[in-house]
């Protein structure tokens, strides 16, 4: 099967995709500060709460750096990046299998694969006789979740991939063939089973810093999306609804406009608030695995980093002129066109490290992204501005410690209005599926609907998840034909030059990294797994 082909007049390309995949002992090496401490060390509930802190920032690190927006958000169209950097090899879609965006994605899944399942192996043998079995078992909960989330982004980028279940198997011979895709999605199902039935369940309030790591509602919300993207609408709509009546989450803000807002989302202080379902955690005060560099890939101009790398990536066209609907609250959240003001951002007067810092910036044509006539908003923060921006670290190319989201509850609305509705067609005005949907349309201060059909919730989600990397996979979830029709007429060019790609290919699936191929023969063929 194909995957994207460079072709047509303006010289683009698309590759294509084998529904097959690869694997190599390189799988199970990750840095060494992410492989887990096994031994007698955890001898209180309080050091195994802490023992997997690094299945949510550490094992993501190559892949958050640059790759999840390139494979993501560049490729789907929501972003832009000129070809004279590597991000513009995912506009036009030039990219091949050597593209260390793509190997550092599947590194990053199956690095965080490894250290769930060394934990998974060791940890009943590996505590003491202090920590409970409350504590035991949530952390294995932890890892399941961890190494469920890992196998559903693969399963979505490549189809099918190998099921690793024991590192110790896998070291022994590493020459081994994918599994299908139906049983790598059984196998996400059964660990967020097992997770949901052993996590803490949380009442989130407050107090953020204890929201980190996932809950028991955590694994319902992820298991809702699973059963939503393998079109199961009866499942996912009664698993959201659980998490629904459970309480446990709540739009940020919601209600309370104008004193919290979407905006409120991404500030740092917010990290870990009551909307947020999962995120990896960024502290960006440690070494150079430990920071977020999204402030400093999206931020358009210099005077708003700490480091001279600012402007990788741009919105696109598409996104500039054809998601967001008039009044939209969200569009200056995720964007900035010239004369949008921000107080919350803070800047320097010059790129001197030294100069006197501003609070409050209004974005100016002059500063625009790859020239696009604009620059990327969302998760952008500034300068230094306690306590809201958190402390950079210029030495590690001013990585911050705001959150990379990878799920939030206004998601999960749109998932459960979507379930409702119970397919790519047709309308409902089911008042639960209304409820969920103007759920998140009010909050953007946008006019509620009575009638939705899956165009709806699909342009809605584009709107509200933009640039946290979903776009592409709901462009997945769509048929083929569909999916093609939408990324050949968007704009892939900037505000200068309009571009088009011309697409060759029978899925959107990405290729395997090359060196994975070459170490493993048996990559393209394909075998059931054998559940334990």
Known sequence: MKNIYKRGSVGFMALLMLFSSSCSQDFIDVPAEGNPTIGSYFDSDQKLDNATNGLYGLVW??????????ITDVISGNMYADIYNDFGNFTDLSFTNTSRYISDSWRSCFGAIANSNAYISNLPQSVGPNVSKEALNNALGECHFIRAFSYFFLVRLWGNVPIIENNADYSKNFVIPSNPTEDVYKFIENDL????????????????????????????????????YQKKYDLARQVAQEVINSGEFKLLGGDELPAKSFADLFLQKNNNNEESIFAWQWTGTGGYFDGNFTNTLFAPENRLVETTYSGQIAPSQDLIKNVFENGDRRRIETFMLPGDYYPNLTYAKTLDLGAPKILGYTFELQY??????????????????LPITGAFNPVNNGESSMNSYMMRYAELLLIHAEAILGGQTGSTSDANALKS????????????????????????????????????FDLGRLPFEKAKAILEAQNRGNREVEKHIT??????????????????????????YTFK
């Open 61 to 70: 690190f190559n892949m958050n750096k640059e790759g999840f927006y390139g």
């Open 193 to 228: 089973k097992f997770a949901i039935a052993n996590l803490r369940t949380k009442n989130r309030g407050s107090d953020y810093a204890s929201n980190a790591h996932v809950s028991s509602g955590s694994a319902k919300a992820m298991l809702a999306k699973v059963y939503l």
């Open 368 to 385: 625009e992204a790859q020239k696009s006539g604009a620059g990327l908003k969302k998760y952008v923060i500034g300068k230094e501005n």
């Open 437 to 472: 949907y103007n759920a998140v349309r009010k909050r953007a201060g946008l006019p509620v609907k009575s009638v939705i059909t899956f165009d709806d919730i699909f342009k809605e989600r584009r709107a509200e998840l933009a640039c946290e990397g979903d776009y592409y």
């Open 503 to 528: 697409i060759s290919a029978t899925n959107l699936l990405l290729p395997y990294p090359a060196d994975d191929l070459t170490k493993n023969p048996k990559l393209t063929e394909v075998a059931p």
